[in-house]
């Protein structure tokens, strides 16, 4: 009797182990993805290969190829992050870390210009809401990155909107 209480106790700690087992592998991959940290060529690398920004969520109320105003383009599309999508919706007034916002830029033909890059980063540059600004060419070279001054100077007007043109967050 004793043998076979000790095998149905080893037999039911297998299966839990099983399916403790079974749970850990079916995790999606995107969310074992880690986040490229302050450095714009692995951002990029991030964004069109690890976790291409063009299957995430549209800046919500605006569609493709909208209206643009200077210095970014005649039309934009605006994609944003599962984290920047939460920081648009929860009203709090601030993007939360890991939040980011990718941005093509196209001139009057449609013709794709540039892709321009805000990405929060915990403690990167707190007098300018610890954004990190990238913003590269068709093939991917970076034009600017970092603590881009220009960007930062203008984005300013909206300091009170964590730096963002695009929509209220609050
Ligand atoms: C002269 C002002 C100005 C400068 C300089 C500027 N931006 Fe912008 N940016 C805007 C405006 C205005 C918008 C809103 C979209 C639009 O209408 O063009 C915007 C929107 C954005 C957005 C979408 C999020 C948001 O704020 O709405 C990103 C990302 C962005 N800019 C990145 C950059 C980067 C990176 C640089 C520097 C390389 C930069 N911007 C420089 C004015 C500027």
Same mark, same amino acid.
């Given at each position: 009797?004793?043998?076979?209480?000790?095998?149905?106790?080893?037999?039911?700690?297998?299966?839990?182990?099983?399916?403790?087992?079974?749970?850990?592998?079916?995790?999606?991959?995107?969310?074992?993805?880690?986040?490229?940290?302050? @450095?714009?060529?692995?951002?990029? @690398?991030?964004?069109?290969?690890?976790?291409?920004?063009?299957?995430?969520?549209?800046?919500?109320? =605006?569609?493709?190829?909208?209206?643009?105003?200077?210095?970014?383009?005649?039309?934009?599309?605006?994609?944003?992050?599962?984290?920047?999508?939460?920081?648009?919706?929860? *009203?709090?007034?601030?993007?939360?870390?890991?939040?980011?916002?990718?941005?093509?830029?196209?001139?009057?033909?449609?013709?794709?210009?540039?892709?321009?890059?805000?990405?929060?980063?915990?403690?990167?540059?707190?007098?300018? *809401?610890?954004?990190?600004?990238? =913003?590269?060419?068709?093939?991917?070279?970076?034009?600017?990155?970092?603590?881009?001054?220009?960007?930062?100077?203008?984005?300013?007007?909206?300091?009170?909107? @964590?730096?963002?043109?695009?929509?209220?967050?609050?």
């Amino acid at each position: 009797m004793k043998t076979v209480k000790l095998l149905l106790a080893a037999g039911f700690l297998l299966v839990l182990f099983s399916f403790a087992f079974a749970i850990h592998e079916t995790q999606p991959a995107e969310t074992q993805v880690p986040l490229p940290g302050a @450095d714009a060529a692995k951002l990029y @690398d991030y964004l069109t290969r690890q976790k291409p920004y063009t299957s995430w969520e549209l800046w919500p109320g =605006k569609g493709k190829f909208y209206k643009g105003s200077q210095p970014h383009g005649e039309f934009l599309t605006t994609y944003v992050n599962e984290a920047a999508l939460f920081g648009i919706k929860d *009203g709090k007034g601030v993007m939360p870390e890991s939040a980011i916002i990718a941005k093509e830029n196209y001139g009057t033909d449609k013709k794709f210009a540039a892709l321009t890059v805000m990405y929060k980063i915990k403690g990167y540059n707190p007098t300018a *809401g610890n954004w990190f600004w990238a =913003k590269y060419d068709g093939s991917g070279k970076v034009l600017a990155s970092g603590k881009v001054e220009a960007c930062i100077a203008c984005h300013a007007k909206k300091k009170g909107n @964590d730096y963002l043109f695009s929509g209220a967050m609050k």
